[in-house]
Each structure stands twice: as C-alpha cells, then as structure tokens.
C-alpha cells in the first residue's frame, strides 16, 4: 500500500510563502522510481497541473501559472518531495495534492489522470 501525506498548507496574505511536504511510503513503493508531481483543485474546477520532478531531480516541470514563483524539490533518501510557493497569489488558493507515477512508463505526463497515487491534499488559501 503506498501513501502519499501532503503537509504545510495554511492561510498566507499576498506576497508571502509557504511550502508543502510530501511523505511518501509503502513498503512497494521505492520512491527514487517514481516521478513526483503537485497538482492543485480550486472550489469548482478542475485539478491542474502544477509542478513535477524527474526521479533524479535533475528535470522539473512547471504550469506557466506558477513558473519563477513555485520550486518543486525532493529527497530521495527520505522519500520527500517539497513545494516552495513564493510571491502567492489569490489566485494560488486551492487544495494543493502530492501524486506520483512510475518512471517506467517513459513519457512525461501532466495530467492528473496518469498519475498512479495520490495524497489526501492539503489546503492553500491566500488572502487579498
């Protein structure tokens, strides 16, 4: 059984930051295989792609909406992706997910519908 546990969201003013955590585990799961991704879902739309991780670190991938503002990083001796959000917007307020699929699969997805796991999400609300 694999779990994802996002952590770090919270109520932020304009301008400032915050930074997400992702736990991963499962005793299948080996976390250096997986490509890791953030997505985000506000109130009434769909959940969007945000930002992924090659399983080295060594690409990233980001939605233009977040690009220069959002950072995705991981650790992979302590099967941990982060998000460091900077310059947050209103716009930025949604229910933020930790998701992962596995590298074997070859290409480079930014749909939700190809990830394999999910977090339970952690909520972001930036204020005016």
């Known amino acids: 059984q694999v779990q994802l546990v996002e952590s770090g969201g919270g109520l932020v003013q304009a301008g400032g930051s915050l930074r997400l955590s992702c736990a991963a585990s499962g005793r299948t799961f080996t976390f250096r295989y997986y490509r890791m991704g953030w997505f985000r879902q506000a109130p009434g739309k769909e959940r969007e792609f945000v930002a992924l991780m090659t399983r080295s670190g060594g690409t990233t991938y980001y939605a233009d909406s977040v690009k220069g503002r959002f950072t995705i990083s991981r650790d992979n001796a302590n099967s941990m992706v982060y998000l460091q959000m900077k310059s947050l917007e209103p716009e930025d307020t949604a229910v933020y997910y930790c998701?992962?699929?596995?590298?074997?699969?070859?290409?480079?997805?930014?749909?939700?519908?190809?990830?394999?796991?999910w977090g339970q999400g952690t909520q972001v609300t930036v204020s005016s």
């Open positions: 998701a992962a699929y596995g590298t074997w699969r070859g290409t480079v997805y930014y749909t939700a519908d190809r990830f394999d796991y």
